[in-house]
């Protein structure tokens, strides 16, 4: 009886803490209402938009903001905006679009599946998108693969030619996000 006892005590104790991380890796996304807009020195040639979920270790934001200065620095004006934000609301206008957030799990997080769900990005008008996710280790295919397969079905036919990829945490991080940044504008 003692066993029975302890072991739906540590069912119990296993599933509170499996809720609780979810909520609590949802609340940072909230938490992402910020927006900047970054100019160029020179004449502008576009504006583009960089939408992150920061996470709980600010990795993404890192990302995001290093994808947001190469455009920058390429001559386009961008909007940096966290998830949850107004600007990350409406994509119309820009002819760079850039989403992404920590990768748990194998898959992106739930406010950026939402945000790429609701997103409605006609390709064939010339924009660009591109999707990356962030975590631990070096990126392998299989981290491609199911950043694709987390993609929702409503928005995976807006975004098929989307540059996808994931920037692990002990990669050089300006080196991937110069890669990342060369294959969305070639």
Do not use: C, H
């Amino acid at each position: 009886m003692f066993k029975i006892i302890l072991i739906v005590f540590a069912i119990l104790i296993i599933v509170v803490v499996a809720l609780g991380a979810i909520v609590f890796l949802d609340l940072a996304a909230y938490a992402a209402t910020g927006k900047q807009t970054l100019t160029p020195t020179g004449t502008s040639i576009g504006k583009a938009l960089v939408i992150y979920d920061p996470g709980l270790s600010g990795t993404s934001k890192n990302v995001a903001d290093k994808v947001a200065s190469d455009l920058q620095t390429r001559g386009y004006i961008v909007t940096l905006a966290g998830v949850k934000s107004s600007a990350a609301s409406s994509v119309d206008g820009y002819e760079i679009i850039v989403i992404g957030g920590p990768v748990y799990a194998g898959a992106l997080t739930s406010s950026i599946k939402d945000a790429l769900g609701k997103m409605a990005i006609s390709q064939g008008n010339g924009v660009k998108v591109g999707v990356f996710g962030s975590g631990q280790g070096a990126t392998s295919a299989d981290d491609i693969t199911q950043i694709k397969q987390s993609i929702p079905a409503s928005s995976a036919d807006s975004i098929l030619e989307a540059v996808i990829v994931k920037i692990g945490s002990g990669e050089d991080l300006n080196s991937r996000v110069q890669d990342f940044v060369n294959q969305l504008l070639s």
